[in-house]
């Protein structure tokens, strides 16, 4: 069917264009056109004088709306958790498990192919933020699941994930060229974190395939006048993209931008939320704006992606459409999406935000199905 909304401010991902709209039809944008230049006989939306933007996507997040994937990997808590974060402005996501046992990470990637079977619109697949990192770098994760990664295994874990295994976070000193090898040829993208590699062992893991970085700065080696260490190298490296929390608790915004002006386009959000658990390997409490676990360690956010914006915007300085796109477009591109999601403009998906001037998320639409908050 197609219809028009009207009565907004669209932040396209290439221009900001007030008194514009969209003219929808079905699932997918048809156009971005002046409202003045809508044919008189489609039928209207008011936009209620909002901005539209694409709809947010995450490419780390563990949980909320009280429920936590990396604890029940279930589908029911996937449905849970899209319901939640789609209020947020949040149409599409990456579910995180992070280091566990085979089973759960089986669990996972079960959980991913048959919730898509039932609802194929919102979850990308499933990012597994683990097991093969670097002991030195765990963070929050639990050592006992900690191993060095064989062919074997992420052949089983590839068959098994039948396409849904999108990201792995993955320390490349721990990487072999054949594992390597394998993930690329499954299409699943390599991002280094929980690492503790030298520059030059983070530089040949960028040149060998890895093409993001996890979580930039935290649980991995610093920027430093002598060793540049794994900050260093995604700094250097053009062809890898870097995630970062932009909740001033994971990093001083001072380092976001920092950061911002080193790597441009490269660098792009992520929340890493997660929600209180008092069962299984991860156990979480809140601590005022974040949460750690059982020993105080640092373990997660309690971001939304829109809030993640707002701070860009108020804390480190960036344009709304600039922060728009960090959690939009530029994670797209991460996991090759960008063909069809994070931009407003013809043949993308009818995937949009609608937010207002004090980034209160009042609506989203996923592909062409549009919910009021």
Not at 131 to 146: L, R, S, T, V
Request: charged share 15%.
């Amino acid at each position: 069917m197609r219809h028009a909304l009207t009565n907004c401010t669209l932040y396209t991902g290439t221009a900001v264009l007030p008194q514009h709209a969209l003219l929808l039809r079905d699932e997918r944008i048809e156009a971005v056109l002046p409202s003045t230049d809508l044919p008189a006989d489609i039928p209207r939306t008011d936009a209620r004088g909002l901005n539209v933007a694409p709809g947010l996507i995450d490419l780390q997040i563990y949980g909320g709306g009280g429920v936590l994937f990396s604890v029940e990997p279930t589908v029911e808590v996937l449905a849970g958790l899209q319901q939640a974060i789609l209020r947020q402005g949040t149409t599409r996501f990456l579910a995180t498990m992070p280091t566990n046992s085979p089973a759960m990470m089986r669990a996972a990637l079960e959980a991913a192919n048959a919730f898509c079977q039932q609802s194929p619109y919102g979850l990308l697949g499933i990012h597994l933020e683990g097991p093969y990192i670097n002991p030195i770098k765990k963070g929050a994760h639990q050592a006992e699941f900690i191993k060095a990664p064989t062919t074997s295994e992420v052949t089983d874990l590839l068959n098994l994930s039948q396409g849904a295994l999108r990201i792995m976070t993955m320390a490349p000193e721990v990487a072999t060229p054949e594992v390597v090898q394998l993930l690329r040829e499954a299409g699943v993208v390599l991002s280094a974190g929980h690492s503790d590699a030298t520059y030059a062992q983070a530089t040949a893991g960028f040149r060998q395939g890895f093409t993001a970085a996890t979580h930039l700065f935290n649980a991995m080696s610093p920027l430093g006048s002598r060793e540049p260490g794994m900050v260093g190298a995604v700094y250097d490296a053009e062809s890898a993209h870097a995630s970062i929390i932009a909740d001033g608790q994971h990093c001083d915004f001072a380092a976001i931008r920092i950061s911002k002006k080193i790597m441009g386009e490269r660098l792009f959000l992520i929340t890493d939320a997660v929600e209180e658990s008092t069962q299984g390997a991860y156990r979480f409490r809140r601590d005022g704006e974040r949460f750690v676990d059982e020993l105080g360690t640092l373990a997660g956010s309690a971001l939304t992606l829109m809030q993640a914006v707002q701070n860009c915007v108020q804390h480190v300085g960036l344009s709304l459409a600039e922060s728009l796109r960090m959690a939009t477009l530029y994670p797209a591109r991460v996991i090759h999406q960008d063909h069809e999601l994070g931009l407003l403009q013809a043949h993308y998906l009818a995937d949009l935000c609608l937010f207002d001037d004090a980034f209160a998320v009042k609506g989203t639409m996923l592909q062409g199905d549009l919910q009021w908050h």
